[in-house]
Every structure is written in C-alpha cells, then in structure tokens.
C-alpha cells in the first residue's frame, strides 16, 4: 500500500515536468550517500545477516540503501548528460565529481559489508558509463579495477571469503569446523546450508512444478527447510512449485520489463530522459540478475532482493518509484511524439 501511494505521489507530483530533477544533481548524489551511510549510524543502525544495511527508528525498520539507489541513478543520468562529451577526452577535473560522489558510495557499501548493492551500485555505474560515452574502454578499465577490489575484499573480508567458499564448493566430503555450533561437520550442513537447501528445492520442482501451495519447505516439527524463504530464497520457491517452465516465464516477464525500459530510453527525446531510463532498466535487470544468478551458483550468493516478488518494504517501495519514472519518461516520449 506504501509503495502504490508513493508511485501515486510520484506520477501526481512530477506529472508536468520530472526534468525538474536533473538541476538538483549534486544533492541527489550526497543524498544517495548520505542514505547509504545511515546503516552505520550508531544507535540506528541493524547489523542482519552480517550486513550493516538496515535502519531500525522505533518500530520502522527500513534499508535506505533502496531509496539510495534511486537518488544515485538520477545524479549519474543527470552529471553524465552534461558531461558525456568533456568525459570521452579523459580530463580529470570533469571526472572529479563523478568519482567522488561514486568513490563514497562505494565505500560505505564496503564499510556496511552489502556487497551485493556494492555490486548493483557499480554495475549501473559502468552500464549508464558506457551508454553516456559509448567507450568501451572505461567498461573494460572498470572492469579490472572491480576484480581487483575484489581480490583485496576477498583477502581482507572474512564475510566476503565465506561466500565465496560456499559458491565454490557449497558441499565437502571431510568435515570442517562451523563457527555457528563450534564443532565439526560438513559444509553443507554449516555455512553453505541455505545454498544447498535452495538447490535441492530447485531440483525437486523439476519440469513442471509441485503446484502453487504444495512445495515443501517446512520439516515434519514445522521448522523451515530454507532460512530467509520469503526475502532471499524466494525464488527457489517459486521454482519449486511452478517449475522449471514456471521460473523461466517469470524471468521472461522480468526480460519484457528491462526491453520495454530501454525502448522507452530509445524514445525520449532529451540525454537526460534518455540516461535516466536506461539506468533505471538497468538496474532493474542486474538486481534480477545478482539475486538470481546467486541462487542458481552462477556468481557468488549476495543478499539482495527479486524486484516485486521478494518480501521486504523498502525494496517494494524503490521499485514503485522505479516504475514510476519509467511512465513519467514514457508519457512525455509519446506526447512529444504525438
């Protein structure tokens, strides 16, 4: 309901003229850091799952990393249309202020250990880079520099590490020691349990599927098979029960949202419209694609949302305002046209 109110207000509020937003570009941008740095906050911050990604005040609890995502993609469609040109010659005065505000976000990403928003946040860095510029030589620069980040978070965070291990071999056939229960077992009954757990639940919906309301995810004495179902693992739910020809009519509806957001980049008629949209399908089909991808051991397992399928408030109301600015872009492409 939160989030239909705000798409509503969105819709309602920037009806006339939503280019309005691109004047105010630098406070988009320290506002996106300043909502990414609100987990770190003593007192309000929530450290869950071993991330520091949730803002606790009474009882509202919310990730401001959502709405800052938003506020990051207008900031970079807005800097990147008045910049496109001056970027492609190289010049580090103009790269500046893109690297600062984008250098902050990162590291509080880091700081918070949400390496898969850090993920998120640097795709669509590099996607609506290279759609500003069309230099594919700042995607492959950007590239090298994320894999050795990643090398030194990898060597330097214990968290990281684990993860890693447990998409590499989520099974052993020796025991090693789980630092929950502190005594020795195999991986797949420890750290990697939730990923195994998916997958069995994937396999076992097989071709088509267990029927809606009839997979199994709960032991006989009513303890759930696998942790965080309705957030991180929903997916494996649903390919449970709708199957394999299920899951990938689902992923097609999400492969017709991300075509129908760059058509709409393709109609408008200004760089900031054109930017502004073709951010936001981006970021909506990487985050498809991390929390996918994760739980089908394609990339390593990060804790992110499925947009408008997994349950969580914050993410359900940064996609209504995802969804809203792609109609506000639509509606002025097609009046203009017409």
């Given at each position: 309901?939160?989030?239909?109110?705000?798409?509503?207000?969105?819709?309602?509020?920037?009806?006339?003229?939503?280019?309005?937003?691109?004047?105010?570009?630098?406070?988009?941008?320290?506002?996106?850091?300043?909502?990414?740095?609100?987990?770190?906050?003593?007192?309000?911050?929530?450290?869950?799952?071993?991330?520091?990604?949730?803002?606790?005040?009474?009882?509202?609890?919310?990730?401001?990393?959502?709405?800052?995502?938003?506020?990051?993609?207008?900031?970079?469609?807005?800097?990147l249309r008045e910049k496109r040109e001056v970027l492609a010659q190289g010049r580090l005065k103009?790269?500046?202020?893109?690297?600062?505000?984008?250098?902050?976000?990162?590291?509080?990403?880091?700081?918070?250990?949400?390496?898969?928003?850090?993920?998120?946040?640097?795709?669509?860095?590099?996607?609506?880079?290279?759609?500003?510029?069309?230099?594919?030589?700042?995607?492959?620069?950007?590239?090298?520099?994320?894999?050795?980040?990643?090398?030194?978070?990898?060597?330097?965070?214990?968290?990281?590490?684990e993860r890693v291990l447990n998409w590499l071999q989520p099974w052993t056939t020796t025991k090693?020691?789980?630092?929950?229960?502190?005594?020795?077992?195999?991986?797949?009954?420890?750290?990697?349990?939730?990923?195994?757990?998916?997958?069995?639940?994937?396999?076992?919906?097989?071709?088509?599927?267990?029927?809606?309301?009839?997979?199994?995810?709960?032991?006989?004495?009513?303890?759930?098979?696998?942790?965080?179902?309705?957030?991180?693992?929903?997916?494996?739910?649903?390919?449970?029960?709708?199957?394999?020809?299920?899951?990938?009519?689902?992923?097609?509806?999400?492969?017709?949202?991300?075509?129908?957001?760059?058509?709409?980049?393709?109609?408008?008629?200004?760089?900031?419209?054109?930017?502004?949209?073709?951010?936001?399908?981006?970021?909506?089909?990487?985050?498809?694609?991390?929390?996918?991808?994760?739980?089908?051991?394609?990339?390593?397992?990060?804790?992110?949302?499925?947009?408008?399928?997994?349950?969580?408030?914050?993410?359900?109301?940064?996609?209504?305002?995802?969804?809203?600015?792609?109609?506000?872009?639509?509606?002025?492409?097609?009046?203009?046209?017409?």
């Amino acid at each position: 309901m939160i989030g239909v109110a705000v798409f509503a207000v969105a819709l309602v509020g920037l009806r006339r003229d939503y280019r309005v937003l691109e004047a105010y570009k630098y406070l988009w941008g320290v506002g996106a850091i300043v909502l990414l740095f609100l987990p770190l906050t003593p007192g309000f911050g929530q450290t869950v799952n071993g991330a520091r990604l949730w803002v606790h005040v009474g009882p509202l609890q919310f990730q401001p990393g959502e709405l800052g995502k938003i506020a990051l993609i207008v900031f970079l469609a807005a800097y990147l249309r008045e910049k496109r040109e001056v970027l492609a010659q190289g010049r580090l005065k103009d790269w500046g202020p893109l690297l600062v505000i984008w250098g902050g976000a990162m590291l509080v990403l880091f700081a918070t250990d949400d390496l898969g928003s850090a993920l998120l946040y640097y795709g669509i860095f590099l996607g609506m880079l290279y759609v500003a510029t069309a230099r594919l030589a700042f995607v492959a620069a950007g590239l090298g520099l994320f894999l050795a980040g990643s090398a030194a978070v990898y060597e330097g965070t214990p968290h990281v590490r684990e993860r890693v291990l447990n998409w590499l071999q989520p099974w052993t056939t020796t025991k090693i020691y789980c630092p929950t229960s502190g005594t020795l077992t195999y991986r797949q009954d420890c750290q990697s349990y939730q990923e195994v757990q998916s997958l069995y639940s994937i396999a076992h919906g097989g071709f088509g599927g267990t029927g809606l309301g009839h997979g199994t995810f709960t032991t006989a004495a009513g303890h759930q098979v696998i942790p965080d179902l309705s957030t991180d693992f929903i997916y494996s739910a649903l390919a449970q029960e709708l199957g394999l020809v299920g899951a990938a009519a689902l992923l097609l509806v999400y492969m017709a949202f991300v075509l129908r957001g760059f058509r709409i980049a393709l109609t408008a008629s200004d760089g900031f419209s054109k930017l502004l949209a073709a951010g936001l399908a981006f970021g909506f089909a990487l985050q498809t694609f991390v929390i996918v991808g994760g739980i089908l051991r394609v990339i390593p397992l990060t804790g992110i949302t499925l947009p408008f399928v997994s349950y969580g408030g914050s993410s359900i109301v940064s996609n209504f305002l995802l969804l809203a600015g792609l109609m506000l872009i639509s509606h002025r492409a097609n009046r203009e046209r017409t």
